[in-house]
């Protein structure tokens, strides 16, 4: 495979003011092409540091991406940076300025004098036209390596990249991209997972895992000459040994998906209806639900009920369960799932109540307590979790468990 590294500049990225999220980006496209992403480098607003970085990277790779440094200010250097590092002296291209103009001019404004530097260009690039801002990308073949330097505005760098460098990428290069296998997973941990997977002794496949709250994935990259057969049989082989965790795979001939979106098709599919009551996670599970395209054929109704007095109204909570067990308890939980569902003539009622804290706890019920009910045409399916963390972060997980209870009630899991 062919070797890739990124390259990312500006004091900005360095000091965290601003978070890197080009080289996440571009490595995961690359890596998808067929490259082996060997480097992610990042430097600030120095030219003698981007210059010496430019030409080892050169010498270490195949191909080099910079995004970054090509603005019109003082403190962006990345042309001169190559102009020094390869001895390709600066000139003015006059179809970049041309190109830059007429972009100030189709606004109705006047180019600021400084926008010129932007025109300056090392000797014998190839510019690489950008229709989505002012600074013109550029690419030079130095050291046997492609090096190709856009803008750092994400917007303009994943233009510049889809329509100026990939043309560039498969002319030059014989790429062969391999799969990618994604199993998706909620409600278990890296840890968990490891251990339920066990040995793996696939030498053409690397195996990884990553943690995206609130998933976690396990991710297989097979090489590209890997029959298809044996890239089900192994994969048929990990989601078994991961077991009901797992809610969709993504990179075969399956549609994978989000919790949220394995929950849409299965419902639309059975032309079933869901209505849900929350309390502590605020409406984030009705709005997972109708941010999916199509919701309005499955999801009917969303309650925020966050205080007692509106569970018993609009839900029927019996004052004296709530005097009882509680607002947090299983008895209000499967009232409230009940309810909604009754309130609302769906099929089922997904009710949630809980402490996301950081204050509101006790010894019996800390933060972090929280129930979550599913009532279904014949029963109520009740979970108790008892969750790290912030509010955010308890807020994110009880309203993935709430989809995951429907989940596997929807697959005969409970």
């Known amino acids: 495979m062919p070797t890739a590294e990124i390259l990312s500049q500006g004091d900005e990225v360095v000091t965290g003011q601003t978070v890197d999220t080009n080289a996440a980006w571009l490595a ?13 480098t990042t430097v600030g607003d120095v030219l003698t540091d981007i210059r010496d970085i430019i030409r080892d990277a050169a010498a270490r ?13 003082e403190d962006d250097l990345t042309a001169r940076a190559v102009a020094e590092a390869f001895d390709r002296p600066l000139v003015l291209d006059e179809q970049a300025l041309a190109h830059i103009e007429a972009l100030y001019t189709r606004f109705g404004r006047r180019m600021p004098a400084v926008n010129r530097k932007q025109a300056w260009l ?12 002012t600074a013109p990308g550029f690419a030079v073949e130095e ?18 990249y889809e329509q100026r460098i990939l043309p560039l990428l498969r002319a030059r290069f014989d790429l062969a991209p391999g799969r990618l296998v994604t199993l ?12 339920r997977i066990g040995a793996f002794e696939e030498p053409e496949v690397v195996l990884g895992f ?37 809610f969709a795979i993504e990179g075969l001939d399956t549609p994978g998906g989000s919790l949220a979106q394995v929950v849409a098709r299965a419902l639309a599919d059975r032309g079933e209806t869901l209505a849900v009551a929350e309390s502590c996670t605020g409406g984030r599970v009705a709005a997972a639900c109708t941010a999916i395209p199509g919701a309005s054929t499955w999801f009917v109704e969303g309650l925020v009920t966050y205080a007692n007095e509106a569970k018993v109204r609009l839900l029927g909570v019996r ?20 309810g909604v569902r009754e309130h609302a003539g769906t099929t089922y009622g997904l009710g949630i109540t809980g402490i996301a804290g950081p204050s509101g ?16 045409p014949s029963t109520v399916h009740h979970r108790k979790l008892r969750l790290p963390g912030d509010r955010e972060r308890i807020q994110t997980l009880s309203t993935a468990a709430a989809l995951d209870l429907l989940r596997r009630s929807l697959q005969n899991l409970l």
């Open 28 to 40: 995961e496209r690359l890596t998808d092409l067929g490259f082996t992403v060997i480097r992610h």
């Open 61 to 73: 790779a195949d191909l080099v991406i910079g995004t970054g440094g090509l603005g019109p200010t």
């Open 122 to 133: 090392p000797t014998g690039c190839q510019r690489l036209d950008n229709d989505w801002g």
């Open 143 to 160: 050291q046997g390596a492609l090096l190709a330097f856009v803008a750092g505005v994400p917007r303009e760098m994943r233009n510049l």
């Open 184 to 195: 998706r997973t909620t409600g278990v941990g890296e840890s968990d997972l490891q251990e």
């Open 210 to 246: 990553r943690s995206i709250l609130p998933e976690n994935h396990v991710k297989l990259r097979f090489d590209a000459g890997t029959p298809k057969a044996r890239v089900h049989a192994i994969v048929d082989d990990l989601a078994e040994r991961i077991g009901s965790a797992l």
């Open 319 to 338: 004052p004296e369960t709530l005097a009882e067990h509680g607002a947090v308890s299983p008895e209000v939980c499967a009232q409230m799932a009940r």
């Open 361 to 376: 706890g006790s010894e019996q019920k800390p933060v972090g307590t929280v129930h979550v009910g599913l009532a279904t």
